[in-house]
């Protein structure tokens, strides 16, 4: 039996299209940038992945019930094809080669030209004073991809490891020259941040040629910090389930 596969509810041309692989990776930031994508662009659920290894759960939206891991689809601004895959669970140390393989599978069997994959990254020896803007690297999987970076004026990531879905993917798509791009963005490891999605985003933005509006993500991570330092000065460290995310993290 196969460990995940992919069931299309539409059929959509995505041709020289992009894809973008979005799951949990440190401070959200994938599943913030993927979720507020989705929302900004219109995009229409056209699809799923399934595993019997999956979360036993359903993701219930606006009355609705969701898989686990979702794909969404549709034309951006200037007729850009644009396919998203989002989830709110990490995936098992089993699951991230399958799921690696057959999002990879389906990007070539799509004919897209591009798949990005976000992903948080930790810095070391950062405080928790916050800063007016985060930084965003990124790395590419080809020489064209390469120059996608350069042309745009994105640091590259010179030196480190990537794990997860996207260190799987930057492989593949070096083995199979294939253009792949993961977006490295600065984030907290303790609470979703927005910010660093907002980052992300200006990032995809940049390679898409799209105008996306990011002013209420700096807003929000705003609102989270303000949170998040009162907590600070009223006690020692403090669990919580609740980030006061709203809606928009649904």
Request: aromatic content about 6%; glycine content about 8%; proline content about 6%.
């Amino acid at each position: 039996m196969e460990e995940v596969r992919l069931i299309e509810f539409k059929e959509i041309d995505l041709q020289d299209g992009t894809i973008i692989a979005g799951f949990p990776s440190i401070g959200l930031v994938s599943t913030i940038a993927a979720n507020y994508l989705i929302d900004s662009l219109g995009l229409k659920q056209i699809g799923a992945l399934e595993s019997r290894y999956f979360p036993t759960l359903s993701v219930v939206h606006s009355a609705e019930p969701l898989s686990p891991v979702r794909i969404y689809g549709g034309v951006a601004d200037r007729g850009r094809k644009i396919a998203i895959f989002v989830s709110e669970f990490r995936p098992k140390p089993n699951l991230i080669v399958p799921i690696a393989d057959v999002i990879m599978d389906w990007a070539v069997k799509k004919k897209c030209k591009l798949l990005i994959s976000p992903e948080g990254m930790v810095v070391e020896g950062r405080e928790m004073e916050m800063v007016k803007k985060e930084t965003a690297y990124a790395i590419a999987s080809t020489d064209e991809a390469r120059n996608m970076l350069v042309q745009r004026g994105i640091p590259q990531f010179k030196n480190g490891i990537i794990a997860g879905v996207s260190g799987v993917l930057l492989n593949k798509g070096k083995h199979k020259n294939f253009n792949v791009i993961s977006i490295l963005s600065e984030a907290h490891p303790n609470y979703p941040d927005a910010r660093a999605a907002a980052a992300t985003i200006e990032v995809i933005a940049s390679l898409l040629d799209l105008d996306i509006n990011v002013a209420p993500l700096y807003e929000e991570a705003e609102r989270i910090e303000q949170h998040l330092q009162k907590l600070h000065k009223q006690a020692k460290p403090v669990v919580t389930t609740d980030h006061g995310l709203g809606p928009m993290y649904g």
